[in-house]
């Protein structure tokens, strides 16, 4: 069975970093072409992908509320895909969760489409909070 958990979440300064992991267990990331994502939704909002990485090429996808802020990387030897967020804002705090999708949603993210539903496999979740 598939599963995927995050970790890493926590209270911030404003300004601040953190560093998300997702680690996969029934699923290798060594294995295959996929994409991993990162997902947050806050109390009252909508969920909104983040961030992916394709196994294929590494090529990456981010929202443009992290552009610049964000990097999302993966550790195939650890099974372990990372989220690492600088410059926090208050904006930021949401709930973070990583999943799997098919290699498209790296081409409809940068289009400006809507991906959440392609993916599956949804951790937990993470709660970031952000002080100001």
């Known amino acids: 069975q598939v599963q995927f958990v995050e970790s890493g979440g926590g209270l911030v300064q404003s300004g601040g970093s953190l560093r998300l992991s997702c680690a996969a267990s029934?699923?290798?990331?060594?294995?295959?072409?996929?994409?991993v994502g990162w997902f947050r939704q806050a109390p009252g909002k909508e969920r909104e992908g983040i961030s992916c990485?394709?196994?294929?090429?590494?090529?990456?996808y981010y929202a443009d509320s992290v552009q610049g802020r964000f990097t999302i990387s993966r550790d195939n030897a650890r099974n372990m895909v990372y989220l690492q967020m600088n410059n926090l804002k208050p904006e930021d705090p949401a709930v973070y969760y990583c999943?799997?999708?098919?290699?498209?949603?790296?081409?409809?993210?940068?289009?400006?489409?809507?991906?959440?539903?392609?993916?599956?496999?949804w951790g937990q979740g993470t709660q970031i909070t952000v002080a100001s």
């Open positions: 999943a799997t999708g098919p290699l498209i949603v790296i081409d409809y993210g940068r289009r400006g489409r809507p991906i959440g539903d392609l993916f599956r496999h």
């Open positions: 990485i394709s196994s294929r090429d590494d090529s990456t």
């Open positions: 029934g699923f290798s990331y060594d294995y295959g072409y996929y994409v």
